[in-house]
């Protein structure tokens, strides 16, 4: 979906811009997203299998929900409303744990040039997979794999990218942090 997003500096600061998402992966500016990862107490997360007619990294088992920020919407509101969407999950704002914001540039094949400023959440995930609704235009499934996978993605085919290993990583001890801690 072509949505209308705020284009930043790539320090993240706004520049008062705003353009089609389509436009800002064609010609590299830099934009906001969110990526909000679900994990259960039982030391589990929920990864997306991305939808094949996606044109970046169909068919991947991704992160749990993410999406670009619409132009004006605020980072825990474009968070919030991702979740809904995509699993049909209503979550409050207090429900997400800011674990950081990562600078993400890649060139990909097709010739999106994606240049965006990913803000990173981490929450719990109260309810059973089952009671999630996907969004069949964004998802083709979701299920709950052992936390590890993370840490661990070498050996595993179609599951994250190992290009990305560090930012899993990270991830990973945030989760664990925040299951020690409460």
């Not at 744990?97 to 094949?109: F, L, M, N, P, S």
């Not at 059973?128 to 069949?136: G, Y």
């Amino acid at each position: 979906m072509d949505e209308l997003i705020d284009i930043l500096t790539p320090e993240g600061k706004p520049t008062g811009k705003t353009a089609l998402k389509s436009e800002a992966h064609q010609k590299g500016w830099f934009h906001a997203t969110v990526h909000i990862w679900l994990f259960t107490k039982d030391r589990k997360v929920l990864l997306q299998k991305r939808a094949l007619s996606k044109k970046v990294f169909p068919g991947l088992w991704d992160i749990s929900v993410a999406g670009h920020i619409g132009a004006g919407e605020g980072i825990l509101e474009s968070a919030k409303r991702e979740v809904f969407e995509e699993i049909g999950l209503d979550l409050q704002q207090e429900d997400f744990i800011k674990i950081g914001t990562r600078i993400h540039q890649v060139q990909h094949a097709n010739g999106i040039i994606d240049n965006e400023h990913h803000h990173v959440f981490i929450t719990e995930l109260k309810v059973a997979v089952e009671q999630l609704t996907i969004q069949k235009e964004e998802v083709d499934a979701i299920q709950l794999f052992e936390l590890s996978v993370l840490k661990d993605t070498k050996n595993l085919e179609n599951v994250l990218l190992s290009r990305f290993h560090d930012y899993y990583v990270s991830v990973y001890t945030a989760i664990l942090n925040q299951m020690q801690s409460s």
